[in-house]
């Protein structure tokens, strides 16, 4: 098991920025790729950023428009992603995801609120 922990969520101004970590614990060796995604109320969950194993990054374009960078933190087992030129539309929770080797697993975490006023 993985257990994940969200964290650096907040309400913040339009133009804002944002970092937000996701701490790993339990089984970590057999993760292969840490996934953010994020919820907005009555919207459905979408995918943010994905940071594999290997140090590759993969980003939903669409979402992110080269505001976001997703990475490993300084702390062990920690994955950070860093939100510039927030947007009120960027209001969701923010939840992390393990995918653990074998890919028929993921965990998440208990997710962040992000606020952007504008």
């Known amino acids: 098991q993985v257990q994940l922990v969200e964290s650096g969520g907040g309400l913040v101004q339009a133009g804002g920025s944002l970092s937000l970590s996701c701490a790993a614990s339990?089984?970590?060796?057999?993760?292969?790729?840490t996934d953010w995604f994020r919820q907005a109320p009555g919207k459905e969950r979408e995918f943010v950023a994905r940071?594999?194993?290997?140090?590759?990054?993969?980003y939903n374009d669409n979402l992110v428009k080269g505001r976001f960078t997703i990475s490993r933190g300084n702390a062990k087992d920690t994955v950070n992603l860093q939100m510039n030129a927030l947007e009120p539309d960027d209001t969701a929770v923010y939840y992390c995801?393990?995918?653990?080797?074998?890919?028929?697993?993921?965990?998440w975490g208990q997710g962040t609120q992000v606020t952007v006023s504008s």
């Open positions: 995801a393990a995918i653990m080797q074998g890919g028929s697993t993921t965990y």
């Open positions: 940071l594999a194993w290997g140090g590759s990054t993969t």
């Open positions: 339990g089984r970590t060796f057999a993760i292969i790729a």
